[in-house]
Nanobody, 122 residues
Framework: VQLVESGGGSVKTGGSLRLSCAASELTNRPNRMAWFRRTLGKEREGVAAITSDGVTKYADQGRFTISKDNAKDTLYLDMRSLIPEDTAIYYC???????????????????WGPGTQVTVSS
């Protein structure tokens, strides 16, 4: 399974971005996918997760929305009202598993993308 993120960039406080993650070899296979982020000097943290049957989990409800287009094997993260604290490298993650548990624990994922940088300036 290969994951490739896109959509990162630089925005001002209050702006929005949509991150995408193209996943190969997950077509028609049950899976769990998630977005994580890592800020310089901090541990990687889970942002949002989603299972094949649409169960979602968020670290902080409200500003971010995770979704998946199964036909395109693409995971999305819609981010709005961005603040400088959201500045980080955002990673897409996946595990090939049938589950209704949308985990934000990095140990529950086997495949990772290279990441995409999001920078929010004030």
């Amino acid at each position: 399974v290969q994951l490739v993120e896109s959509g990162g960039g630089s925005v001002k406080t209050g702006g929005s971005l949509r991150l995408s993650c193209a996943a190969s070899e997950l077509t028609n296979r049950p899976n769990r996918m998630a977005w994580f982020r890592r800020t310089l000097g901090k541990e990687r943290e889970g942002v949002a997760a989603i299972t094949s049957d649409g169960v979602t989990k968020y670290a902080d409800q409200g500003r971010f929305t995770i979704s998946k287009d199964n036909a395109k094997d693409t995971l999305y993260l819609d981010m709005r009202s961005l603040i400088p604290e959201d500045t980080a490298i955002y990673y897409c993650a996946a595990r090939d598993v049938r589950t209704s548990f949308a985990s934000l624990n990095s140990q529950d994922y086997d495949y990772w993308g290279p990441g995409t940088q999001v920078t929010v300036s004030s």
